[in-house]
């Protein structure tokens, strides 16, 4: 979840969020000391002037602050309620006179959404001095930010939604990998997620014909094939017991396992063999692995614990098999050792070392022969290796005292489960 490109964009516009918030923040406190100095020094002018205006007499000072811009008004009690402080606190440059006036009562400066008022409680008559337009407050900082947060969530909605059809790219491939169905995205505009989506369309598309063209061909060449040793094998006890019979049996019977080992390969790559999971004892399976390949104890010694492991026991038994043939095929002394320790089994037989350069990777490639032997087919330790990877198992290899041993770790017991 942390690696998701939607969480990334996401927490980078929040981050971008708190960012400009943060700016703006301290961008209006800066406007907010401004607006009050601008009103502690329209508030002074103001004082000033009345201080000019007391000698004389009320007909005259009204018109001597009409000349110099201000209007003079009755302190109505209902507007007076409405007006609010314009200065939270009283200047200091402000003269001793006109402090001492203002922490008394004498003097009122107060303020409204757009005028400055200098309110004299105790002239007679009261009066009420107004600056128009005075108190005004600039709006360009909360148009700014709102058109900046409309952008930024108008960008992350179109960013979000130019991004959302990954999230119908991945269900498609992970429904693909599942169950081996695809839903095209059909997708036809100019960006480059629609010319992905088209271009994985198109792959799957020929993907698909190939892998039709696959089983097709699979089913034909077994159906043909079967029937011909179908009827030689039905011909063979006609035939004298001559080495030319013994010849045609073991043919026959190459050709059949091939054609069985073929079935089985195309289940498990075409994603057809599905694990049936359940509770297994690796000591009937191994048993099992022995009876079909009619070994005895002699040949392979078992060493298990008895621990039960979770798998499609009827596949894993074919594991087993190939495992103890294996080892059985490549052992110097034609012996194999089959050793469970918890979730671990291992298939140990005595023989020289790989070749240098050989792996168990490139061992378990198809087709692949590191020795000559003329009933392989280089299919047996491709087929483990898928068997293991559709349980989600481990298959390991080493070489100690000149032993090769085979690892299967089945991680999906029942003591992990729990």
Known sequence: M????????????????????????????????????????????????????????????????????????????????????ALPVIPKNY?????????????????????????????????LVIKTDAAKQPLWSEVL???LILVLLLLYWFIIKTLFPLKTLKHSIT????????TPLNRYQKDEISLVATALDNA???????????????????????????????????????????ILERAFFRMEHLIAELV?????????????????????????????????????????DQSPIYADCDVLVTVFKNLIDNAIKYSSDGKVTVMQIGERILFCNLGEPWPKGCTLDSLCEPFLHQHENPH????GLYIIKSILNAHNFTFNYRYEEGSHCFEVVCRNSLLSLD
């Open 204 to 246: 799957m598309q020929k993907n698909q014909a190939l892998l039709e063209a696959r089983r097709l061909f699979l089913r034909n060449i077994m159906h043909e094939l079967k029937t011909p040793i179908t009827v030689g094998k039905l011909s063979l006890p006609f035939l004298k017991n001559t080495e030319e019979k013994s």
């Open 2 to 85: 942390t690696h998701s490109i939607f969480l990334r964009i996401t927490l980078f516009f929040l981050v971008a969020f708190i960012a400009m918030g943060l700016g703006f923040f301290l961008l209006q406190q800066k406007l907010t000391q401004e607006y009050t100095h601008r009103m502690e020094s329209e508030a002074g002018n103001m004082l000033l002037v009345l201080r000019k205006s007391i000698p004389l007499a009320p007909p005259m000072r009204r018109s001597y602050l009409q000349e110099h811009g201000y209007s003079v008004a009755e302190p109505h009690p209902d507007l007076i309620k409405t007006l609010k402080n």
């Open 264 to 304: 089985r390969l195309e289940q498990i790559t075409s994603g057809a063999l599905a694990p049936h999971l359940q509770t297994c004892d690796p000591k009937q399976l191994i048993d099992k692995a022995k009876g079909l390949l009619f070994l005895g104890d002699n040949v392979v010694e078992t060493i298990v």
């Open 95 to 127: 003269p001793e006179e006109i402090k001492s006036s203002i922490h008394e009562g004498r003097i009122q400066i107060l303020r409204d959404e757009n005028h400055l008022y200098i309110y004299l409680t105790k002239a007679t008559p009261p009066l």
């Open 376 to 379: 392989s087919f280089g299919l």
């Open 145 to 147: 930010l709102s058109s």
């Open 175 to 182: 429904q693909y990998g599942l169950e081996g169905t695809y």
